[in-house]
């Protein structure tokens, strides 16, 4: 036996995965934005240490 929704509990399911479509998109997107920082602070610490690393004296 299969349940026949109404239309307003059809529109109400949409409207909770809607909801969360939403959600999750918005929490993509900090993820995304704390990783770019992440990597961004990686990248400079790597420079920087490619700095202090080219001062350093050579031995041949």
């Given at each position: ?22 959600e999750a998109?918005?929490?993509?997107g900090i993820v ?29």
């Open positions: 036996m299969s349940k026949k929704f109404s239309n307003r509990e059809i529109a109400q399911g949409v409207g909770f995965a809607a909801t969360g479509i939403h998109l918005t929490y993509l995304k934005k704390v990783i770019e920082k992440t990597e961004r602070i990686v990248a400079r610490k790597n420079t920087v240490s490619d700095s202090e690393i080219d001062e350093l004296p050579r031995t041949a």
